[in-house]
Every structure is written in structure tokens, then in C-alpha cells.
């Protein structure tokens, strides 16, 4: 049997009652690791991404861990906040944790998982950091990729989006870029879409010529722009009487979810929008919908929404919000895009493709062939290998190199690049006291290596010389 080399996979969420684009992305990459590593993927809690997980054949370990929610919008204070966390009693226990795993490789999913990175990198494990999210621009960013930066010893980014927070020089030494695609077997056949279609209509009592145009995301929150739908659906709700709107996704904030639906009811048009909880089988929502609108109100790092709409061939209208923009582009869709906020311009597009509903369907038969060709199960594969072979070439101690010795012990402290170890007493003429460095030096020693230490001791001590 071929050896493969044991690879954690450290997943910040497990949502019990649906799964986000971030765990679908992570689940699929875990998939086609398979045949390249042992993968074991390391989850906060149990949920539908574990369940797919075994499923899948992928071994699964339950481990809570604070996450660094900073790095995605990065502040002054946030080197302080991650040399914070590596003096946690949490950090001393995750240490230790991964050292009795001992894997050759650790992968961390989302720039906001940094403990399980820091962890592994105080072990000399090499991080691979998968990034899914543009991190918010400001005056504090490179706080964020430099930590990102120290901690990994490769990124892969799923889009342009996500790359361009790095320097140019990051990008071409230790960065691949890897867009999501999708397993063939959970893909719906077209022939299949019409009855799920039905299915789906009749479910919400929907009739089979009425237009429905929808969003879909995992919470409803500001930052998806569900109140720019609701806005674009009532400037166009009296020019078509008979379109119905669908909001998908899990209710996150109450407070929010009456400003919504207070929109909606100082219009009186209650009884034209639908809402629903996340959906376990999102397929049939796409395939009921005719109109698929993504208004991202911050830049996505992918932006899966779209890639699933164009992918069961729907017409897509979205902001220009950061990958969002690559995936439409890429589908030959780029008409589509609008500046991001302009609520108008959305009904703009929206108005346009309901005013043409043949020209729609043309188009969302066009956008699958473009999205399958530049998305497509084939053209991932060929690139995972490639980053794979890029490894094998320039990192061959991950694959062969020995990993760290199970049950090695190893005291959390901050790291000397942090700049903040303890202040030690000092002699006059600032000399460091010698036992001082004899503590740091039992410290950094393994218990095997003290072992040893105290047999050679034992050897070469003068009684034992005299008795020999």
C-alpha cells in the first residue's frame, strides 16, 4: 500500500443545520487530497460538513478552538491579540494535541483560524493556509498578511481577489491560486431540472409562468446585502406583478430581520416576498428560480453563489464585489456586474432580463457551457496536481522528512519573532545569569532528548569511568 503522509485539516466552522460556502470549498478540497494524503479533517463541533466528511471516507476529529476573528478586518492591536493567544492555556493544550497527532502537514482553512497554524509552526510543521476571503482593506491589513505570512509556509487563495492583499513577491514564492469547482456525482443531470423545478414551485405554491427571482446565502446579515434585494425587488414589483422574491438563508440578527420586513410591509408587498431557513438541498432552489441575484455588499473572496447559479443554468446579477467579478467575467457574463451599492442598477439588470425571458434562458444555457469550461472538475484537478508537483519539487521533506515524534511535549510561549519573551534578570554589565540559560536550555529540550542527556551523563561519570 502506498504510504501517504498524515494531513490535519482545520475547519473553523461546523454548522449543525446547513453548510456555508466556506465548508463546501473545504470539504471538496479535502476530497481531492485523498489520493495525495491521509486526511484528517479537525472540526469545532459536529454538523453537516463532518457528516459529508465521513461520508467521503475522510476521518474526523472533534477540537474547539478560539478563532482570531481580526484577521479578516485587521486593527492596530492585532499582533498583540495574536501573541495573546499563543500564551493561553488553550494554545499549550492545542500544541501538545497536534504533537501526539503527528502529522507531516497542517492545513488551516480562513485567515481567521490562526491558532491551529501557530501551533503547528511552534512544532516546525509546515502550514499550508487556505485563504477564502478578501481581508478588509485599511490602514491595518499587512498586520494580517504578515501574520499570515510568519505562520504559513504556503497559501492557496481561491481567486485573484483573495491573492491581491499579498505583496507581489509573497505571491510568486510561496502562493497558488485554486478557484473551487465541484464533484461530478452532486451534480443535479439537466434532465433532472425540470421535475425539481415543479417540485420546488409547488412546495411554495408558486405558479409555473411566474418569474422568481432570489438570493441564496448562509445568514441573512448587512454585509450579503439582503435589504439592496429587497430595495431592487420593490422598484420593479409594480412593473411586474406577477414576480415573486426569494430570500434563502438563516435569520442572524432579529433586529435586522424587522427593518426588512418593515421595508416590505411600508410597500404592502408582504405576500410578494418569500423567506426560508438554509436549504439541505440547494439544488432545487436553484432550479426553481429564474433569476439568481448575488448583492454582496463586501468584496467575496469567490463568491460560490454565483458559480452555482451559473452553473445550473441561471441568469446571474451581482455586485462587483471582489471575486464576484472574476466568476461573472469568466462566464462571459460581465453585463451583468453592477458598481456595488447601486441597488437601481441591480433592478436595471433584473428589468432587463425579465423583459427578455427567452434572451434569459439562452443566456443561462451560455453561462453553464463557460462556467463548466473554466470551473470544471478537470481543469481543478489539473491544477491541485500541479500544486502538488510544485511540493514534491521544491518541499520533499513534506512527503518523506520525518514527522514530529508523537507525544513530544512542548511549553507555549510566545515565538521569538513575536518580540514579547519575558524580560530575564540581568547582572551588572547586562550578562544573562547562568541559570537562566541553563532553564532555557531545559526548557527548549525534548523529553527524549533529556533522556539521552542524563544516559550520557550516567556514562561518563567518574565512578562508573573507575568501576569499567
Not at 459536529?46 to 474547539?64: D, M, P, Q, W
Not at 494580517?144 to 509573497?170: G, K, N, Q
Not at 406583478?241 to 421595508?263: H, I, N, W
Not at 441561471?314 to 462566464?331: F, I, N, S, T
Request: glycine residues 8%; contains cysteine.
Amino acid at each position: 500500500m502506498t504510504f501517504k503522509p498524515k494531513l490535519l485539516i482545520f475547519s473553523h466552522v461546523s454548522n449543525p443545520a446547513s453548510i456555508t460556502g466556506a465548508e463546501k470549498l473545504l470539504l471538496f478540497f479535502c476530497q481531492e487530497l485523498l489520493p495525495y494524503f491521509h486526511c484528517v479533517l479537525v472540526a469545532p463541533e459536529e454538523g453537516r460538513l463532518t457528516a459529508l466528511a465521513r461520508e467521503s471516507g475522510i476521518e474526523v476529529k472533534i477540537y474547539k478552538l478560539p478563532l482570531l476573528h481580526r484577521m479578516y478586518s485587521p486593527y492596530p492591536g492585532l499582533t498583540g491579540e495574536a501573541v495573546k493567544m499563543q500564551s493561553s492555556p488553550a494554545f499549550s493544550q492545542l500544541v501538545n494535541w497536534i504533537a501526539e497527532e503527528a502529522p507531516r502537514l497542517v492545513i488551516v482553512n480562513t485567515c481567521v483560524h490562526f491558532m491551529p497554524a501557530a501551533a503547528a509552526r511552534r512544532l516546525d510543521i509546515p502550514v499550508i493556509w487556505q485563504l477564502t476571503e478578501a481581508i478588509e482593506q485599511n490602514g491595518s491589513t499587512s498586520l494580517a498578511t504578515d501574520l499570515i505570512h510568519r505562520y504559513s509556509s504556503w497559501m492557496i487563495c481561491i481567486s485573484e481577489a483573495v491573492a491581491a492583499r499579498f505583496p507581489p513577491e509573497l505571491r510568486q514564492s510561496k502562493m497558488s491560486i485554486l478557484p473551487p469547482s465541484w464533484r461530478e456525482q452532486q451534480e443535479h443531470h439537466p434532465d433532472e431540472w425540470p421535475a425539481l423545478r415543479h417540485s420546488f414551485r409547488s412546495q411554495l405554491q408558486i405558479g409555473s409562468h411566474a418569474p422568481l427571482i432570489g438570493m441564496i446565502t448562509s445568514f441573512r446579515m448587512e454585509s450579503k446585502g439582503v435589504h439592496h434585494f429587497i430595495d431592487m425587488a420593490l422598484s420593479i414589483k409594480d412593473e411586474f406583478p406577477a414576480a415573486v422574491f426569494l430570500v434563502v438563508g438563516d435569520a442572524l440578527r432579529p433586529e435586522y430581520e424587522k427593518q426588512c420586513q418593515k421595508r416590505i410591509e411600508a410597500y404592502g408587498a408582504s405576500d410578494r416576498f418569500i423567506f426560508l431557513e438554509a436549504q439541505g438541498d440547494i439544488g432545487r432552489v436553484y432550479c426553481g428560480l429564474d433569476i439568481v441575484v448575488v448583492p454582496s455588499l463586501v468584496p467575496e473572496g469567490f463568491g460560490l453563489t454565483a458559480l452555482e447559479g451559473l452553473l445550473y443554468g441561471k441568469p446571474v446579477v451581482a455586485y462587483d464585489a471582489g471575486g464576484l467579478g472574476e466568476v461573472l467575467r469568466a462566464a462571459g457574463s460581465g453585463q451583468f456586474l453592477v458598481e456595488t451599492g447601486s441597488a437601481g442598477m441591480l433592478a436595471d439588470r433584473v428589468r432587463t432580463i425579465l423583459n427578455l425571458p427567452d434572451q434569459g434562458k439562452d443566456l443561462g444555457a451560455h453561462n453553464r457551457n463557460q462556467v463548466m469550461a473554466a470551473y470544471g472538475p478537470e481543469g481543478y484537478r489539473a491544477r491541485l496536481n500541479a500544486i502538488v508537483a510544485r511540493w514534491l519539487s521544491e518541499q520533499p521533506g513534506w512527503f518523506h522528512g520525518p514527522p514530529v515524534a508523537a507525544g513530544t511535549k512542548v511549553e507555549a510561549r510566545p515565538s521569538a519573532s513575536s518580540g514579547r519573551r519575558g524580560k530575564r534578570k540581568k547582572r551588572k554589565g547586562n550578562s544573562v545569569r547562568r541559570h537562566d540559560i541553563r532553564r532555557e536550555r531545559r526548557r527548549s529540550r525534548t523529553r527524549p532528548a533529556r533522556s539521552q542527556a542524563r544516559a550520557r551523563k550516567r556514562r561518563h561519570h567518574p565512578i562508573r569511568r573507575r568501576k569499567a
